[in-house]
């Protein structure tokens, strides 16, 4: 199928971003290849974000479509709603504080168009400031060694505690959306598509950035790897989570290996040949997390032989932060 055959949308969400949301969605809306239409979904913005929005919208006629929460959702559950809501055949997930090049949409067009069983296709993203200024870094560059500038195996997903690949960075077809949605609560929304995706479609990649990616203190999540480098890594690990944290990871990897299964039923009707590799991986990867939550329940003293039996079996090196996470689950309440 042709790339000027596919239609686009854009699942944008916002929450208090007055200070971003004009430049991002005239970045869209100046693309050598414009979207059909840009979903904007608003999660009670307090600020003059619904403003703003409806103001560039007014200039766009028929393109950009202003949904305002009913209460607040999440930022996991907003773009639930605001991808659900799309109809487009290929979907860009857009945060509102990103800016993107303005060939974006037409080179990551590409890969979708050349084979119809590209299910997900991800660009690499200049890391700015708060006010766009590059830091001379590049995601793929930040996560060296996560090798996100190829597609990846099931094992190479597991490995480590980030999957790495931003919603800002990736776009995927509309046939996917009924195997990622609902997403789970305890995934992050772009980790849980860009998995998902491994397993059901073939995923390319495109080793150049297309969009500048914000960095600052309103960002959801803290990520070491990208707000800091090394040092702050090293920090991160050395605090002591409680139980729920560790019980939550399991219930993220319990709800994994669930949807994976369902995706099995669809044997039939559907050709996934890399979902046995992806169910297998995610068990293991759940049998750590649940090997984890047990020792962090146990008295310090009564932990030391199920965690070193965890340790020689190479679980810790190749899913966590190695002897760091190993010290922390014995000593650390």
């Not at 929450?15 to 869209?28: A, R, T, V």
């Not at 203190?217 to 040092?231: E, K, M, Q, T, V």
């Not at 219930?251 to 009707?269: C, I, K, Y």
Request: aromatic share 10%; proline share 5%; with cysteine.
């Amino acid at each position: 199928m042709a790339s000027n055959n596919l239609t686009v949308s854009v699942a944008l969400c916002a929450y208090n971003g007055d200070h971003f949301i004009e430049p991002q969605l005239e970045s869209l809306l100046s693309q050598t290849r414009p979207p059909d239409e840009v979903i904007v979904c608003d999660d009670r913005s307090t600020d003059g974000t619904l403003r703003i929005a409806r103001k560039v919208a007014a200039n766009s006629p028929g393109k950009v479509r202003i949904i305002e929460n009913e209460r607040n959702l999440g930022y996991i559950k907003n773009f639930e709603s605001a991808i659900s809501r799309t109809t487009g055949d290929i979907i860009f997930l857009c945060d509102q504080d990103d800016y993107w090049l303005p060939d974006r949409v037409e080179k990551m067009l590409g890969p979708f168009s050349k084979s119809e069983k590209v299910g997900l296709v991800y660009c690499d993203a200049v890391l700015t400031d708060e006010v766009l200024h590059p830091t001379g870094r590049t995601v793929f560059g930040a996560r060296g060694g996560m090798a996100l500038e190829s597609a990846r195996s099931a094992r190479q997903l597991v490995h480590g505690v980030d999957i790495g690949i931003c919603g800002c960075m990736m776009a995927f077809r509309a046939s996917l959306k009924p195997y990622v949605l609902p997403i789970s609560p305890y995934w992050g929304h772009d980790h849980w598509i860009a998995f998902i995706a491994h397993a059901v479609f073939g995923v390319e990649v495109i080793d150049s950035p297309l969009v500048y990616y914000r960095r600052h203190r309103r960002n959801s999540g803290a990520d070491p790897a990208l707000d800091g480098g090394a040092w702050k890594g090293w920090l991160r690990p050395a605090s002591s989570p409680e139980a729920a944290t560790y019980a939550k990871e399991t219930r993220r990897w319990e709800d994994m290996v669930e949807r994976l299964r369902q995706l099995r039923s669809l044997a039939a009707t559907a050709d996934f040949p890399k979902l046995d590799e992806f169910i297998l991986e995610s068990k293991l990867r759940l049998e750590f997390a649940r090997g984890r939550e047990c020792l962090k329940r146990l008295p310090r003293q009564a932990r030391i032989w199920p965690g070193i039996q965890l340790l020689f079996k190479g679980d810790y090196h190749f899913y966590v932060h190695g002897l760091r996470s190993f010290c922390k689950d014995l000593l650390m309440d």
